[in-house]
């Protein structure tokens, strides 16, 4: 590390896996291009205790006392954890911290989460299924994690009880018809 005060050296500092794993999640990079964005990263925030907080514009990370990148995660949650975790904190305004949010297309959401629900039914909710959707969603321009991912999680959850009272549905009258058929054979 550089100076361990301000900056990182983001091409000497050591990464945990679940840091890369979190910051794919989040922000969709690998670790070339986390390594490329911990160079840019300067120190944020009130520091507690032996872990310092990095931050490049909306990406947040937190490194340990030996310098090792913990994990990454959205300047929001970051500033959502401060608030719950250091009283008096809460006065941090977080209308700032997401004032350039952009307009929700429900229309569109919805339509994206049906599409991706029809796709993997009835097997939507392995970690592959759900790694698929986040990579998808990122392609669409929607973070999975922010406001438009969890409206996203809330219209696929919906269309998945849809398929599946569709699919419930279905097999009752499979078993109604097939109860009806049998019981026409013992008539005869």
Same mark, same amino acid.
Request: glycine share 8%; net charge positive; aromatic share 4%.
């Given at each position: 590390m550089a100076n361990k005060d301000v900056l990182l050296d983001g091409r000497r500092v050591n990464i945990s896996r679940h840091a890369i794993g979190r910051y794919n999640e989040r922000f969709g990079g690998d670790e070339e291009a986390m390594r490329s964005q911990l160079s840019r990263a300067v120190l944020f925030g009130v520091q507690l205790g032996y872990d310092r907080i990095f931050l490049d514009s909306d990406a947040a990370f937190v490194v340990d006392r030996y310098g090792v990148v913990k994990t990454a995660l959205h300047k929001n949650m970051l500033v959502a954890n401060m608030q719950i975790s250091i009283r008096g904190l809460a006065d941090i305004d977080l209308e700032n911290v997401t004032k350039d949010k952009p307009e929700v297309d429900f229309q569109f959401i919805e339509s994206l989460a049906e599409q991706?629900?029809?796709s993997c039914f009835p097997r939507c909710f392995g970690k #592959? +299924?759900?790694k698929i959707r986040n990579r998808k969603l990122r392609r669409h321009g929607i973070d999975p994690g #922010?406001? /438009?991912g969890r409206?996203?999680?809330e219209l696929f959850l919906k269309a998945y009880q849809r398929m599946n009272q569709l699919r419930e *549905?279905?097999?009752?009258? /499979?078993?109604? *018809?097939? +109860?009806c058929s049998e019981r026409n054979e013992? +008539?005869?």
């Open positions: 991706q629900c029809s #592959g +299924a759900r #922010g406001e /438009q409206i996203y999680d *549905k279905s097999l009752n009258q /499979q078993q109604v *018809k097939s +109860a013992l +008539a005869r």
